[in-house]
């Protein structure tokens, strides 16, 4: 509009154009227009960075590297661009990242916790007249936000599934999922994706038992289970600030009560009281007791066998290959897959012994040719039996050796 009252008042398109800093064919076209001019957009042009843009993406999954770095990897592929194409889009994948995570979990009622281990490095307590170190198991419900701490002097597995059943009990109930980071205890080998990730076998089992699913946040994306960090920084400035404790049991008496404390307080986040959102939660109901302190892992044989205590026992042919939960309990052992319980025998106390069930080798003993079962296994109550392991001097006579 100022082009063309400018020529109204008589100034030539040159002078339009030295006044704009325009081209003069420019300056005539906007002058003499009639209406204004309608801006269309049109196709991005090509950048030197596209054939690169979905490996940049697969690196910021992996952790959250800087441009410079992102620059230095593509150079080692023959990218030949500038640093600014790439810090520009390097900044604008990362700020979707974040906005993602932050929308993900905000979770609905029932469906995720999640965990986290503290050290309290500045802290000790007495145990059999010996100072321990001082850890911390937290677990937060996403939805409710109620809060579960434990203090233990140890972060071995055995202890990190005893401190969730603790949390179970005081929640009454647990969630679908529960997210955690890369802790020893729950993963063994960690890779870009969770499905190729090795989880720790015996949490494995625990979870398996409940029916939870463990989520496994990406690497270097804390943010990823803020709830738990928050509260990990909220137990150090509030509760462990002039903390006197005269023993463990002292010490996680007193945070129960904290606890129950910050349960009944308004959150300032969801505007409500924890203990009234968790009804609304709807969790699993905890309708059994997984027995960690009797409880080993095996690793059924290609003959179905499991062993336990010098001797052999079988199991259903359909678990060979898989891990399988055993359980000794006065003179039976059972053996349970995914808290369902696929095996029951009588103990042996001899040493080297077999102790099988027939009806558990049905699948081995099939006809190949026609799909008829074997009838000796069609009785009503199948006993266990030893076998005995054969004398190999027989053979070794036949032989002649």
């Known amino acids: 509009m100022e082009i063309r009252t400018d020529r109204q008042k008589g100034m030539s398109f ?11 064919r420019t300056a005539k076209k906007y002058a003499l227009s009639e209406t204004r001019p309608v801006y269309k957009l049109t196709e991005p042009r090509p950048s030197k960075l596209d054939p690169f843009k979905q490996q940049i993406n697969v690196w910021l ?43 993900r979990f905000e979770t609905i009622p029932g469906l995720q916790g999640q965990v986290d281990w503290a050290f309290f490095e500045n802290h000790k307590v007495m145990e059999a007249g010996k100072p321990k170190k001082l850890y911390c198991f937290l677990m937060v419900l996403g939805y409710s936000r109620m809060r579960y701490i434990e203090f233990v002097t140890d972060m071995t597995t055995n202890t990190l599934i005893r401190c969730h059943q603790n949390a179970f009990r005081y929640f009454n109930g647990y969630p679908e999922e529960i997210l955690y980071d890369n802790m020893k205890q729950v993963v063994v080998k960690r890779l870009l994706r969770q499905e190729d990730s090795t989880l720790n076998r015996q949490f494995e089992d625990f979870a398996g038992f409940y029916g939870f699913k463990p989520i496994l946040c990406r690497p270097y994306r804390g943010q990823t289970k803020g709830k738990v960090e928050r509260t990990v920084a909220f137990v150090r400035d509030n509760f462990m600030t002039g903390i006197r404790y005269s023993s463990l049991d002292d ?33 699993n109901p905890l309708s059994r007791q997984y027995l960690i302190e009797k409880i080993n892992l095996r690793r059924v044989e290609k003959d179905c066998l499991i062993s336990y205590a010098g001797n052999k026992y079988s199991v259903p042919a359909e678990y060979v290959g898989k891990d399988v939960a055993v359980v ?33 080798y049905r699948r081995l003993t099939i006809r190949q ?26 053979y070794d006579e036949v032989i002649g050796e």
């Open 61 to 103: 999954e992996e952790a959250p590297y800087s441009a410079a770095r992102i620059l230095e990897k593509l150079q080692e592929q023959g990218f030949g661009g500038k640093y600014s194409i790439v810090k520009d889009y390097v900044r604008g994948q990362k700020k979707d990242l974040e906005e993602k995570v932050t929308v």
């Open 328 to 360: 000794g309990l006065d003179n039976m052992l059972a053996a349970y897959y995914e808290g369902k319980q696929i095996a029951l025998h009588k103990i042996s106390y001899q040493k080297k012994d077999m102790v099988v069930n027939p009806s558990h």
């Open 369 to 394: 040719t026609f799909d008829i079962e074997n009838t000796l296994l069609d009785g009503g109550k199948v006993i266990d039996f030893p076998i005995k392991a054969p004398d190999l001097n027989t």
């Open 251 to 283: 010490l996680n008496g007193q945070a129960f009560a904290w606890c129950n404390k910050v349960n009944g307080k308004v959150h300032n986040t969801t505007g409500e009281i924890p203990f009234e959102r968790l009804g609304k939660e709807n969790l």
């Open 14 to 24: 040159a002078e339009i154009a030295r006044k704009y800093h325009l081209d003069p």
